[in-house]
Nanobody, 115 residues
Framework: VRLVESGGGLVQPGGSLRLSCAAS????????MRWYRQTPGKERDLVAS????????YYADSVKGRFTMSRDNAKNTVYLQMNSLKPEDTAVYYC?????????WGQGTQVTVSS
């Protein structure tokens, strides 16, 4: 299994970023995928998830209405469109697969929201 995140960076408050996670090594279309984020000294928190086939999504209350998660099963990729970004969204964002009772993580991508 390999998960590779990209798309992070520095953005001003109110701005937008689109994160991508390219997946390989498993049957991508069969699994729920998740985005987490983590700040120094804190636990990794679930941000959003998307079902394997229907595309049904879940969002944490803190990002609901601002973030949109999507997937392209033909490209084995999930996305996180982040709009109206706030300083408190600053974190390292990780793509996650839970498979066979094991969590797989990417290397993470840093998102910094600051003026």
């Amino acid at each position: 299994v390999r998960l590779v995140e990209s798309g992070g960076g520095l953005v001003q408050p109110g701005g937008s970023l689109r994160l991508s996670c390219a997946a390989s090594g498993f049957t991508f279309s069969s699994y729920v995928m998740r985005w987490y984020r983590q700040t120094p000294g804190k636990e990794r928190d679930l941000v959003a998830s998307i079902s394997s086939s229907s595309g049904r999504t879940y969002y944490a209350d803190s990002v609901k209405g601002r973030f949109t998660m999507s997937r392209d099963n033909a490209k084995n990729t999930v996305y996180l469109q982040m709009n109206s970004l706030k300083p408190e969204d600053t974190a390292v964002y990780y793509c996650n697969l839970f498979r066979n009772q094991y969590d797989y993580w990417g290397q993470g991508t840093q998102v910094t929201v600051s003026s």
